[in-house]
Structures are given as structure tokens and as C-alpha cells.
């Protein structure tokens, strides 16, 4: 016996197998884009990936140029700083030596120092004197100069020695902030 099934149970079977083919397809299809999706986010993060690896490797390099750059710049102002302190220690080793030379030779009476004791033409002394002889007609006296003892020349000597290395101190202080300023300022 062969059982006969109607027309619209064979109906209802085909409209199930073309839902089922529909679902299947759809399926199918979210798949595909899915799987399109994945691969073209993962090509865009590799761009990405590449892009920010380069802009790194940039900016670490020139990093590495500007950190070398300044070393170099720091190595050769501490050069040109090492040489203005030697030149310095050896000047203030010079104005010992011509200080503790000049301050014998005085102690000894080789260098005599000597001062005016009656102004010299243009003083006021001087000045004074030529009214007072105005009127006896004696005219100007040649100026008198008196030798200082040894000791206080010495002295004087070392006044003017310790002055003159504070004269050079202080030109050597300019020129080591002149250089710092113009390294400062470069750029």
C-alpha cells in the first residue's frame, strides 16, 4: 500500500527545503563577510602596525642624532671650559710668581717706587704754589719725588698684583658666561 500524499504536504516539504536553502545561504554569506571583515581589519591594523612601527624607528633615531648631537656640543664646551681653567690656573700661577718677584726686588731696593711730594703741573698743589710765587716772580719748582721704604712698595706691588688677577678673574668669568650664553642661545 502505497500511501499517497497530498499536494500540499509536498508543498509544505519544498517551502521547507527553499527556507532551509535561504537560511543556509544567508549563512553562508554572513560567513563570507565576516571572514572579509577579519581579514581586511587585520590587513588595516598591519598598515597600522607598520605605520606606527616607522614613526617610532623615526622618532628614536632622531632622538639618537639629538642626543649625540648634544654630547658632542657638552663634550666641546667642557673642552673649551677645561682649557679657559688651565689657562686661568697657569695666569694666576704667573701673577704669583711675577708678584712674589716684583715684591722681593722692592723688599731687596732693586725696584724703588717713588711718589711726588710737590704737585706737578695742573694739580691743585701746583696750582696753589703759582699764586703764592706769583708775586715774587719764582715761578713753577720742579717736581720733588721721594722714594717709598721697601716695605711699603712691596706692599703696593701686592695691591696691584691681587687687584690685576681680579681684573683677569672677572674677564675670565665674562668670557665662560659669554660662551654658555651663546650655546644657550643657538638654535
Request: glycine share 8%.
Amino acid at each position: 500500500m502505497i500511501a499517497v500524499i497530498p499536494w500540499w504536504w509536498k508543498l509544505i516539504g519544498a517551502c521547507a527545503v527553499l527556507v532551509a536553502i535561504a537560511l543556509a545561504e544567508q549563512s553562508y554569506e554572513a560567513h563570507l563577510i565576516a571572514k572579509g571583515d577579519a581579514a581586511g581589519a587585520a590587513r588595516v591594523q598591519g598598515r597600522w602596525d607598520s605605520a606606527e612601527a616607522a614613526i617610532k624607528a623615526d622618532a628614536v633615531r632622531e632622538a639618537a642624532v639629538d642626543t649625540a648631537r648634544a654630547h658632542a656640543e657638552t663634550a666641546a664646551l667642557q673642552l673649551k671650559f677645561d682649557q679657559l681653567t688651565e689657562r686661568q690656573q697657569k695666569d694666576r700661577i704667573d701673577n704669583e710668581n711675577e708678584k712674589r718677584i716684583a715684591v722681593a726686588a722692592a723688599l731687596a731696593g732693586d725696584i724703588r717706587l717713588s711718589v711726588a711730594t710737590i704737585g706737578t703741573a695742573g694739580s691743585s698743589l701746583s696750582e696753589a704754589r703759582a699764586v703764592e710765587g706769583a708775586g715774587s716772580g719764582a715761578g713753577l719748582a720742579p717736581a720733588a719725588r721721594a722714594d717709598l721704604l721697601p716695605e711699603t712698595a712691596a706692599a703696593i706691588l701686592g695691591v696691584a698684583s691681587d687687584y690685576g688677577q681680579l681684573v683677569r678673574d672677572y674677564n675670565s668669568l665674562l668670557g665662560r658666561f659669554d660662551a654658555a650664553r651663546a650655546v644657550c642661545n643657538a638654535d
